[in-house]
């Protein structure tokens, strides 16, 4: 599984800005689809994920900002995000894997596109 993650750029805290993920090689369709970010100097954190049944969950960092949604038809997912903060400046990486919320858990990872909010 390829993935190609787009849609990052600046956005002003309060805005919104919507991440995509595109993936190629095989339907996606089965695997938990996650979004991950990583800001300087910090560890790549749990951002939220979508399982192949459509449940999600979210760091509580973002809970109730952001949402994880998917399309199948175009085997692609989607990360909204509403009412960013500058605290959300990072790097934001999708993957696909199994649902749990550790890195080690996930075999295919998205090159990263890096979100900045403007205070």
């Known amino acids: 599984v390829q993935l190609q993650a787009s849609g990052g750029g600046l956005v002003q805290a309060g805005g919104s800005l919507r991440l995509s993920c595109e993936a190629s090689?095989?339907?996606?369709?089965?695997?938990?689809m996650s979004w991950f970010r990583q800001a300087p100097g910090k560890e790549r954190e749990f951002v939220g994920q979508i399982t192949g049944a459509g449940s999600t969950s979210y760091s509580d960092s973002v809970k109730g900002r952001f949402t994880v949604s998917r399309d199948n038809a175009k085997n692609t997912v989607y990360l909204q995000m509403n009412n960013p903060k500058p605290e959300d400046t990072a790097v934001y990486y999708c993957?696909?894997?199994?649902?749990?919320?550790?890195?080690?858990?996930?075999?295919?990872w998205g090159q990263g596109t890096l979100v900045t909010v403007s205070s």
């Open positions: 993957a696909a894997g199994v649902p749990i919320r550790d890195p080690p858990g996930y075999d295919y």
């Open positions: 090689g095989r339907t996606i369709r089965w695997y938990t």
